[in-house]
């Protein structure tokens, strides 16, 4: 018996003699052969050869929808989990194959009406009740719905599964271009190893790409660009891989997609290196955050702090060793004499008006840092190796609270 959920629980075939059946069988054919004419004619995704897998596919679903209609004139009561599981199957096909639900509601509906015809034509042949006509077309349409969805319902399966490999592929495609490499592969992911990855994951892999950080974490829809970005979320933060960020506006779009909430973009990079782009997006965000609601802010206009800020622990162990002359000295004077080093170490003639200038102070004034700096430090301060690195920490320094 068929269970509730059965589509043929209403069972109009009950209202039909089993002779229809038999006059029916030796039609078969013809039939099959006029509704594949016919779906042929007004779909045009079927529009192919008959000996074409796609005119195969087609005929056999026809034949065995008219086997099955057969059946359930003689048997009503009797099982159709074997079809219903052909037709699902037959949904798949169609996904897999490119065409649309559009296409096989379209058959199916052509099918139902040829079939109603040549039905209702074999009855008055036959001479039989012509009242059995409105259960003969309510069978018809019963059937057709019936398979239609079983087929749908196959073709959205389908749909499901593989939009939900293509979101796994994405997924572990943009965590691969993350993932900062080591040992013996320093320059990031190989092209040629991501390329199978990247097919699977409907993405064509660009030459270059940029990293956009969005916190906090949650849903963020960028109108139109869903399907040109990777993304992923780790930890608090959203990552969206942008391909070829120097073209399109994506950037942009996903500032505007962020507006409130902080959104930075890393530098744009090769590919291989979207890990770097992704750790200075992450400095900024760590270091000096935006507020929500602020525009897109971009890393890459300050890749110089950034470097600092990703070494500055030994930065300040650098510090500690070329500016130990500044230790033991009152903090205010040791600020100056650090600041009067800064303008020293970055003019073009180390004069007195030079550093004047650079600090806003009377040259004579500079004249007497410079010489207490002479003191301090002696031929260091000729050094080119002490003035890079003593450089380097006083920058290090500016990048601590309260250090300028």
Not at 260 to 286: K, Y
Request: aromatic share 4%.
């Amino acid at each position: 018996m068929a269970s509730p959920a059965d589509p043929f629980s209403r069972r109009p075939w009950h209202e039909l003699p089993a002779v229809l059946a038999e006059l029916i069988r030796p039609r078969i054919d013809a039939i099959v052969a006029e509704m594949g004419h016919a779906i042929r004619a007004e779909v045009p995704a079927y529009r192919r050869p008959l000996d074409s897998a796609v005119g195969r596919d087609l005929t056999e679903a026809i034949r065995r929808a008219l086997w099955q209609f057969t059946e359930l004139i003689e048997n009503p009561d009797s099982l159709q989990d074997g079809h219903s599981g052909h037709f699902r199957h037959l949904g798949r096909i169609e996904y897999l194959n490119g065409r649309t639900t559009d296409g096989i509601q379209a058959a199916f509906r052509i099918g139902a009406r040829v079939g109603s015809r040549r039905y209702a034509e074999i009855l008055q042949e036959a001479a039989l009740p012509p009242q059995l006509v409105v259960p003969l077309h309510e069978a018809v349409l019963i059937h057709i719905n019936a398979l239609s969805n079983e087929a749908v319902k196959g073709f959205l399966a389908a749909q499901l599964r593989s939009e939900g490999e293509i979101r796994r592929a994405r997924r572990v495609l943009a965590e691969r271009l993350l993932d900062q490499p080591r040992g013996e592969n320093p320059g990031g992911q190989d092209r040629a190893t991501l390329g199978p990855l990247a097919e699977r994951a409907h993405w064509p892999l660009p030459a270059t790409v940029a990293c956009a950080v969005v916190r906090p974490a949650g849903r963020l829809t960028v109108p139109g660009a869903e399907d040109r970005l990777l993304t992923v979320v780790r930890g608090n933060d959203v990552v969206l891989l942008v391909p070829e960020p120097e073209a399109g506006g994506l950037l942009d779009r996903i500032g505007d997609a962020a507006r409130d909430r902080v959104a930075v973009a890393g530098p744009t990079v090769d590919l291989p290196e979207a890990w770097l782009s992704l750790l200075c997006a992450r400095l900024v965000l760590d270091d000096r955050a935006p507020a929500p609601g602020d525009p897109l802010v971009r890393a890459g206009d300050d890749l110089a702090r950034l470097h600092l800020l990703r070494g500055a622990p030994i930065g300040r162990l650098l510090g500690r060793r070329v500016l130990d002359a500044f230790e033991g000295l009152p903090d205010g004077r040791a600020a100056r004499l650090a600041e009067t080093l800064d303008a020293l170490l970055t003019s073009w003639g180390r004069t007195a008006p030079e550093v004047a200038h650079s600090l806003g102070i009377h040259p004579q004034t500079a004249r007497q840092r410079l010489r207490r700096l002479d003191a301090l430090f002696g031929d260091r301060l000729s050094d080119p190796r002490f003035r890079f690195e003593a450089l380097l920490a006083l920058r290090t320094r500016a990048l601590e609270p309260g250090g300028g």
